[in-house]
């Protein structure tokens, strides 16, 4: 019988094991580093030739991977503007196979809002042409289905406004992601938009959407109601300039830009009328006028009292109160009963100069004060005689736009600080210093004068309860051939709330409308806006209704039914 004999491996067996572990984990590593360094080099290729695509160097490498267009965000990053990819559907009519004619009606089919024989010149023309720019993906599907080797896609950078005609007027339009922007934002930050070094991050603008979708909401519903020609309306920030919202009624989608071509901006939807169009816009005035005569020392005095018993005669011309009151009257039964006749006595006793001076200072005589091309110039007077003095203190025989009385009435409630409108976002360093147009304690009393007239006066359509509004109405009659046309007024309330602590300016525009039981002043037509807009849209920005709070105008009151005698 044979004995076996196993040897244990002993100590040099044990190494062994241990050196081949550590050769495999070598090899194991050698093998993934070669992997990523080979994927690296990949990788490197890539991005070269991607490069290479678009140019070599500089600004042409950078542009390889960043949009052909800065994208437009509104405060709180919902886009309002953005450029992608986007089919198009062109014809080379050398290379059709099939019949015009038949292709045309196809083709109208699927695109019914082009005629036929619009269709039909582009097959039959010379040349490449569009069939259509930006076409959404089942329409280029309908038309490659229709196996017609002469119709070209081709892929194109399109600028795309995916809230549509929200805030139209204020983003304006590119025609396309490379060109210069035809209006609004995109034309007055074009250079912004296209910098290579900044286009990859979105441009942020003032405007809040949920706020600038409730102020369109709530101009168009009164539109509608009143039978308006037009409406407008602007919410801005009483102490930084930011525009909020700003809404000019008709409106326009900036992705249909063919619908509008070919019209004068009066009689096109892509003219900003709070912008673009100057108006008189009546007793919204007043308070600006009295401010002013409180700062140049000629109202002293709340309890002092001026003479309404009768129309003023001046230079021919007679000024009279829509509602007389028949007696003599003092600064708050002026602003609160809306006085012509109260307000020109004023402004007379102030003189020319002093007015001149504040309607300067907040920039009635310069174009709209906001970065926007498009922006009109105020109309002045060409002449300042005694009665251009009376007239123009309570809106007449002076023209501007909604902007300019935006702006005004920003620097009239936030303590006398005039700044420009902006569209910007702005960080707290960036608020401009602006520059003072009113003291200090004119802004607090004309805080309590305005509050007082939403509580008490004209303005009560527009109060809504726990936000302590305060504004002034203006009814215009429109100038029409060298004369007033009594039939056709501009209606405005100018506004601000919460009144303890002005956050936000109010403006809505009313332009022909027909208030309820044929009632057509502001009172009716543009004041109700205003309270519904504040009531919509007051909480989104901060500002919760508190009916335990409010403006103290009890030295005030008791001056509203003060005695009938003559000074």
Same mark, same amino acid.
């Given at each position: 019988?044979?004995?076996?004999?196993?040897?244990?491996?002993?100590?040099?067996?044990?190494?062994?094991?241990?050196?081949?572990?550590?050769?495999?984990?070598?090899?194991?590593?050698?093998?993934?580093?070669?992997?990523?360094?080979?994927?690296?080099?990949?990788?490197?290729?890539?991005?070269?030739?991607?490069?290479?695509?678009?140019?070599?160097?500089?600004?042409?490498?950078?542009?390889?991977?960043?949009?052909?267009?800065?994208?437009?965000?509104?405060?709180?990053?919902?886009?309002?503007?953005?450029?992608?990819?986007?089919?198009?559907?062109?014809?080379?009519?050398?290379?059709?196979?099939?019949?015009?004619?038949?292709?045309?009606?196809?083709?109208?089919?699927?695109?019914?809002?082009?005629?036929?024989?619009?269709?039909?010149?582009?097959?039959?023309?010379?040349?490449?042409?569009?069939?259509?720019?930006?076409?959404?993906?089942?329409?280029?599907?309908?038309?490659?289905?229709?196996?017609?080797?002469?119709?070209?896609?081709?892929?194109?950078?399109?600028?795309?406004?995916?809230?549509?005609?929200?805030?139209?007027?204020?983003?304006?339009?590119?025609?396309?992601?490379?060109?210069?922007?035809?209006?609004?934002?995109?034309?007055?930050?074009?250079?912004?938009?296209?910098?290579?070094?900044?286009?990859?991050?979105?441009?942020?603008?003032?405007?809040?959407?949920?706020?600038?979708?409730?102020?369109?909401?709530?101009?168009?519903?009164?539109?509608?109601?009143?039978?308006?020609?037009?409406?407008?309306?602007?919410?801005m920030d009483a102490n930084?300039?930011?525009?909020?919202?700003?809404?000019?009624?008709?409106?326009?989608?900036?992705?249909?830009?063919?619908?509008?071509?070919?019209k004068r901006c009066s009689?096109?939807?892509?003219?900003?009328?709070?912008?673009?169009?100057? *108006?008189?816009? @009546?007793? $919204?005035?007043? =308070? &600006?006028?009295? %401010? +002013? #005569?409180?700062? /140049?020392? !000629?109202?002293?005095?709340?309890?002092?009292?001026?003479?309404?018993?009768?129309?003023?005669?001046?230079?021919?011309?007679?000024?009279?109160?829509?509602?007389?009151?028949g007696r003599w009257i003092?600064?708050?039964?002026?602003?609160?009963?809306?006085?012509?006749?109260?307000?020109?006595?004023?402004?007379?006793?102030?003189?020319?100069?002093?007015?001149?001076?504040?309607?300067?200072?907040?920039?009635?005589?310069?174009?709209?004060?906001?970065?926007?091309?498009?922006?009109?110039?105020?109309?002045?007077?060409?002449?300042?005689?005694?009665?251009?003095?009376?007239?123009?203190? *309570?809106?007449? @025989?002076? $023209?501007?736009? =909604? &902007?300019?009385? %935006? +702006? #005004?009435?920003? /620097?009239? !409630?936030?303590?006398?600080?005039?700044?420009?409108?902006?569209?910007?976002?702005?960080?707290?360093?960036?608020?401009?210093?602006?520059?003072?147009?009113?003291?200090?304690?004119?802004?607090?009393?004309?805080?309590?004068?305005?509050?007082?007239?939403?509580?008490?006066?004209?303005?009560?359509?527009?109060?809504?309860?726990?936000?302590?509004?305060?504004?002034?109405?203006?009814?215009?009659?429109?100038?029409?051939?060298?004369?007033?046309?009594?039939?056709?007024?501009?209606?405005?309330?100018?506004?601000?709330?919460?009144?303890?602590?002005?956050?936000?300016?109010?403006?809505?525009?009313?332009?022909?409308?027909?208030?309820?039981?044929?009632?057509?002043? +502001? #009172?009716?037509? /543009?004041?109700?806006?205003?309270?519904?807009?504040?009531?919509?849209?007051?909480?989104?920005?901060?500002?919760?209704?508190?009916?335990?709070?409010?403006?103290?105008?009890?030295?005030?009151?008791?001056?509203?039914?003060?005695?009938?005698?003559?000074?």
């Open positions: 019988m044979a004995t076996i004999i196993v040897q244990p491996g002993g100590p040099r067996a044990g190494r062994q094991r241990v050196n081949l572990t550590a050769i495999a984990h070598n090899r194991l590593m050698l093998l993934l580093l070669m992997f990523m360094g080979i994927t690296g080099i990949l990788i490197c290729r890539l991005l070269w030739v991607g490069i290479s695509a678009h140019g070599a160097g500089g600004d042409d490498a950078l542009s390889a991977f960043v949009p052909a267009r800065a994208d437009i965000v509104d405060r709180n990053g919902v886009p309002l503007a953005r450029t992608m990819d986007a089919y198009s559907v062109a014809v080379r009519p050398s290379r059709l196979i099939g019949d015009p004619a038949e292709l045309a009606r196809k083709l109208h089919e699927i695109f019914p809002d082009e005629s036929e024989a619009a269709f039909h010149r582009k097959l039959t023309g010379r040349g490449w042409a569009y069939l259509r720019r930006r076409a959404l993906p089942e329409e280029v599907a309908a038309v490659n289905t229709l196996g017609e080797i002469g119709i070209e896609f081709p892929r194109e950078k399109e600028r795309l406004y995916p809230q549509r005609s929200l805030a139209a007027h204020v983003l304006g339009f590119a025609p396309n992601a490379e060109g210069v922007g035809g209006m609004g934002v995109e034309a007055a930050f074009n250079d912004r938009m296209t910098d290579v070094a900044q286009r990859g991050k979105p441009f942020a603008l003032s405007i809040d959407s949920r706020v600038q979708g409730a102020l369109e909401s709530e101009l168009y519903a009164q539109l509608v109601q009143t039978r308006a020609k037009g409406a407008g309306g602007i919410i930084t300039g930011e525009i909020i919202a700003m809404a000019s009624i008709p409106v326009f989608d900036p992705n249909k830009l063919q619908n509008y071509a070919g009689e096109s939807p892509l003219c900003n009328h709070m912008v673009q169009a100057r *108006y008189e816009l @009546g007793s $919204a005035f007043k =308070p &600006l006028s009295i %401010a +002013a #005569a409180m700062d /140049a020392g !000629v109202v002293t005095s709340m309890s002092k009292r001026y003479d309404a018993t009768a129309p003023l005669a001046v230079a021919g011309f007679r000024i009279k109160d829509d509602h007389p009151l003092n600064v708050p039964e002026i602003l609160v009963h809306s006085s012509n006749i109260g307000t020109a006595r004023i402004a007379d006793a102030m003189g020319a100069a002093p007015l001149q001076k504040m309607f300067r200072s907040v920039d009635f005589d310069q174009r709209a004060p906001i970065e926007f091309n498009e922006r009109a110039k105020g109309i002045w007077p060409s002449s300042w005689g005694r009665i251009t003095s009376m007239t123009t203190s *309570y809106g007449h @025989g002076i $023209a501007v736009t =909604p &902007l300019h009385l %935006a +702006a #005004a009435y920003a /620097a009239l !409630v936030n303590g006398g600080i005039w700044r420009p409108a902006t569209v910007r976002k702005l960080d707290a360093a960036d608020v401009p210093e602006g520059r003072r147009v009113f003291s200090a304690a004119t802004s607090a009393r004309m805080r309590q004068l305005l509050r007082m007239i939403v509580s008490a006066g004209t303005g009560r359509s527009a109060d809504a309860k726990g936000f302590r509004v305060g504004g002034k109405t203006g009814s215009a009659e429109k100038p029409q051939e060298g004369r007033y046309n009594k039939t056709s007024l501009v209606t405005t309330f100018a506004s601000a709330f919460p009144m303890d602590n002005p956050r936000y300016v109010v403006v809505a525009i009313m332009d022909e409308a027909t208030g309820q039981y044929g009632l057509r002043t +502001a #009172a009716w037509t /543009a004041a109700p806006v205003v309270k519904r807009v504040i009531e919509r849209t007051g909480p989104m920005l901060g500002v919760m209704p508190d009916e335990r709070r409010d403006v103290d105008i009890s030295d005030l009151m008791p001056l509203l039914h003060g005695d009938k005698e003559k000074e």
